[in-house]
């Protein structure tokens, strides 16, 4: 029989075989016996209006004080390196590749070497020039294998601490390099069932437990939502539990900062999954959806609103709306807003993200990459990505905004061209230079909301906005603009925290002479120079002055040339909004 297909020649909506090989068993398996089967998406009559999300591996973390890990398939030993030499000069100018470290093995890990008769305490020594010692956090010794009495083996490997913990230190990236480590050393690892990590002591604050359990979810991701049969591949599929494993006292709040880096797991799951998925599955309603299910699944603590089309022309909002004509779907201009149960002395931010689902260019089409350009909503990805995580984690103390203007950049009858004249809703006239510069006049609009209708205290905006920016600070640095000094040491100790890089940029005040126009009050764009500080010098006039605001571009980061999407700036809001939650407190 035929039948009437989308591009990708799949049948239309009433004909599909809905496949979600989202879980580790039952849809897994689902999968491979529907080798043939088609994915959820558009057919020519009508667009996508779901996406799909990933959900977190479904095996257990837990802590404990109980020493019993001999069920454990793989065993993860922690060590600290030796104590630093007190002549300090003299070790600063040494080569670290020429320096001898000693290792001393101690308390369970010295135990197990043992009854192992040494054998750890020889692989550490063989690989003393890559381990040292212990002294490199998250570097580990080659997997040590001992065959056991059913005829399999048990498998023990040692992991670096770096230096022993300084009381003083206050933001330890331990427990996230941990993480990541531990989880790929797991999936490497074949057909591994449980993992016990042994640690002289608990990850040292709730933080660090928090980061672990995160970056160890995290790091498990992938995207199997559009592979089929053999070509499914979930990561340590055989895990079933991570036990942290500590001699010292265990505070009982520790499985509940577990439970937390495990909700803020499944934000950086949500944020990677809308970045990586392809336009004719993720649109403006398809993204309006995913705002509506993140509310529906808060427990009550996020309400949704979405604005279409006319309610979006009464508030004047033609920036937006400009670059929205030339979609297939209509506009949908997301809402969400997140408040504790306790209303007492909320501090009110607001969190905007750039949604262009999928940007052409316009009129002034792209000539490469356009490929990636289904990356250019990672700013709207990492604003929901956070509001589920802050739905699930309920802060007092804090309500936040979280607005994203959802459209795309495409080309019809209907859409903008250069010489446009378009009008933002706080009655700033814009006229288009470049069709290509258009993440920014959504962002106008969005902003104004948020500054003028929300009325929020203090907003922070993430957009994959320049190239410019990718330029000046590659793919693994994000750039900061700012003209609140507060606020960007605020963003500068949350980056360190969360690990994900910034810088902050100048808002160079002259380079306003490059948006004048003949015509309008503005011009969208400037010249080829300085590209990244005339978008963030755009954007501050749909921002009043007096509010503390910064542009966040995340061009780089956002997208990884190898593993695609990278969930950037998800943690960064998190830990803003945590941080402004303890000032309404």
């Known amino acids: 029989m035929q039948v009437a297909t989308g591009f990708t020649g799949i049948p239309r909506a009433s004909q599909f075989v809905r496949l979600s090989a989202l879980s580790y068993s039952t849809s897994t398996s689902l999968a491979l016996s529907k080798k043939d089967a088609a994915f959820p998406t558009w057919s020519f009559e009508k667009h996508c209006d779901r996406m799909e999300w990933n959900e977190l591996h479904p095996f257990k973390l837990t802590a404990t004080n109980n020493l019993a890990y001999e069920d454990s398939d793989l065993v993860i030993l922690g060590i600290y390196g030796p104590p630093k030499n007190s002549k300090e000069n003299d070790e600063e100018d040494k080569d670290d590749d020429e320096e001898e470290l000693e290792v001393t093995l101690t308390g369970i890990t010295k135990e197990i070497d043992d009854g192992l008769g040494g054998i750890l305490t020889e692989v550490i020594d063989d690989n003393a020039k890559n381990f040292k010692a212990g002294s490199k956090k998250g570097i580990m010794t080659p997997t040590v294998r001992v065959p056991t009495k059913d005829g399999k083996s048990k498998r023990y490997v040692v992991i670096g601490l770096g230096d022993a913990p300084d009381k003083e230190e206050k933001k330890s990236p331990l427990g996230r390099i941990l993480g990541k480590a531990i989880a790929q050393k797991i999936h490497d690892e074949a057909k591994v069932q449980s993992c016990s990590v042994v640690l002289p002591n608990l990850l040292e604050d709730a933080t660090s437990l928090t980061d672990f359990s995160s970056s160890l979810y995290s790091t498990l991701y992938s995207d199997d939502r559009y592979r089929t049969g053999q070509n499914l591949k979930p990561l340590a599929k ?6 942290l494993v500590s001699p010292s006292s265990i505070a009982e709040s520790a499985n509940t900062d577990l439970e937390n880096g495990k909700r803020i797991a499944q934000g950086i799951f949500l944020a990677k999954d809308i970045v990586n998925s392809p336009h004719n599955i ?9 705002a509506k299910r993140i509310a529906s699944e808060s427990g ?8 279409d089309r006319k309610d979006c022309e009464e508030r004047g909002m033609g920036s937006y709306l400009g670059v929205a004509r030339g979609s297939e779907t209509e506009p949908q201009f997301i809402h969400l807003v997140y408040s504790p149960k306790n209303k007492n002395n909320l501090k009110r931010v607001g969190i905007v993200g ?33 509001a589920r995580a802050v739905g699930a984690l309920a802060p007092d103390g804090v309500e936040a905004h979280f607005i994203v203007a959802a459209c795309e950049n495409m080309i019809n009858e ?8 378009l009008t933002a809703s706080n009655g700033k006239t814009i ?7 258009e993440g920014r006049l959504t962002l106008a609009d969005a902003l104004v909301f948020a500054d003028k209708e929300v009325n929020c205290e203090s907003i922070i905006e993430l957009s994959t ?9 590659g793919q693994e640095v994000c750039g900061v603009w700012t003209s609140n000094d507060d606020l960007a040491n605020e963003l500068k100790d949350i980056s360190d925290v969360t690990g994900e890089k910034s810088w902050r940029m100048p808002l160079e005040e002259a380079y306003n002479e490059q948006l004048k126009s003949k015509i309008a009050d503005i011009t969208n764009c400037g010249t080829r120079y300085g590209g990244a500080i005339t978008a963030a010098l755009f954007l501050e006039n749909f921002v009043s002055k007096k509010k503390p605001f910064a542009h966040i571009d995340i061009a780089g980061p956002a997208w990884d040339d190898k593993a695609g999407a990278t969930g950037f ?12 939650a303890m000032k309404g407190n």
């Open 238 to 243: 055989d895990l079933t539990s991570v036990i």
């Open 282 to 290: 993720l649109n403006s309603e398809s993204l309006a959806d995913t």
């Open 300 to 307: 009550g603590h996020i309400t949704c609103n979405i604005l």
């Open 354 to 386: 750039k949604g262009l689902l999928f940007d052409t260019g316009g009129y002034n089409i792209k000539t490469a990459m356009m490929e990636l350009m289904k990356s250019d909503c990672g700013g709207a990805a990492a604003v929901l990505g956070a």
């Open 414 to 421: 209907r859409a903008m061209v250069p010489s446009d004249i």
């Open 431 to 437: 006229e288009i230079i470049n069709t290509d510069a």
């Open 465 to 473: 906005l320049t190239g410019a920016c990718m330029v000046s600070l």
């Open 569 to 580: 700036g998800a943690r960064l809001i998190i830990e803003w909004i945590h941080r402004n």
